[in-house]
Antibody
Framework: EVQLVESGGGLVKPGGSLRLSCAASGFTFSSYSMNWVRQAPGKGLEWISYISKSGSVKDADSVKGRFVISRDNDKNELFLQMNSLRAEDTATYYC???????????????WGQGTMVTVSS | DIQMTQSPSSLSASLGDRVTITCRAS??????LNWYQQKPGKAPELLIYAASTLQTGAPSRFSGSGSGTEFTLTISSLQREDLATYYC?????????FGQGTRLDIK
């Protein structure tokens, strides 16, 4: 079964750091680009970070310079290092697989169950 | 950034109704438009990609259309299990953006 399982969420104080992990299984992880998408409580979806198969990255302006996406293709894991956390970073964070569905059109076809991050003093 | 605007933000419909949700992009995105369904308490799921192609396993009562800046998601006959929030998403730009969501309730 194709699966993504996030971990590492929790309560952290403003200015603190947290590292999220995502374990992939059931597919060849190294063959896919991956993303992090977050959702604040009661709000919509916000894409925040992308990493290609080979490790090139893109970030949304809202997290640029504070969050770092990375991957370990040998261990089938995706990571999100979150630094200088703010109250507005409070959200459920989803690990998401990206697939090519057209030329060139991409979509997010597999989502993890999410891990909750709360930034509060 | 490309802005995605959905309408309505919420709607209530009866079982068996035909439901249409609209998504507009702030610039042309060709057919680089995907739709996701998020049921209460669950992660989103891909419903339609490339504006009009139904994801494997998605019910055939769902359909998508459009290109350029205007897109629609249609449910031909609303079922109880369609209670969810629906999001459009553009992948034309390297900076991915979602619409704000349309919450669909059953009357």
């Amino acid at each position: 079964e194709v699966q993504l399982v996030e971990s590492g969420g929790g309560l952290v104080k403003p200015g603190g750091s947290l590292r999220l992990s995502c374990a992939a299984s059931g597919f060849t992880f190294s063959s896919y680009s991956m993303n992090w998408v977050r959702q604040a409580p009661g709000k919509g979806l916000e894409w925040i970070s992308y990493i290609s198969k080979s490790g090139s990255v893109k970030d949304a302006d809202s997290v640029k310079g504070r969050f770092v996406i990375s991957r370990d293709n040998d261990k089938n894991e995706l990571f999100l290092q979150m630094n200088s956390l703010r109250a507005e970073d409070t959200a459920t964070y989803y690990c998401v697989r990206e697939i090519l569905v057209g030329t060139p059109i991409w979509a997010f076809d597999i989502w993890g169950q999410g891990t909750m991050v709360t930034v509060s003093s | 950034d490309i802005q995605m605007t959905q309408s309505p933000s919420s709607l209530s419909a009866s079982l068996g109704d035909r439901v249409t949700i609209t998504c507009r992009a702030s610039q042309s995105i060709d057919t680089n438009l995907n739709w996701y369904q998020q049921k209460p308490g669950k992660a989103p799921e891909l419903l339609i990609y490339a504006a009009s192609t139904l994801q494997t396993g998605a019910p055939s009562r769902f359909s998508g259309s459009g290109s350029g800046t205007e897109f629609t998601l249609t449910i031909s006959s609303l079922q109880r299990e369609d209670l969810a929030t629906y999001y459009c998403q553009q992948s034309y730009s390297t900076l991915i953006t979602f619409g704000q969501g349309t919450r669909l309730d059953i009357k």
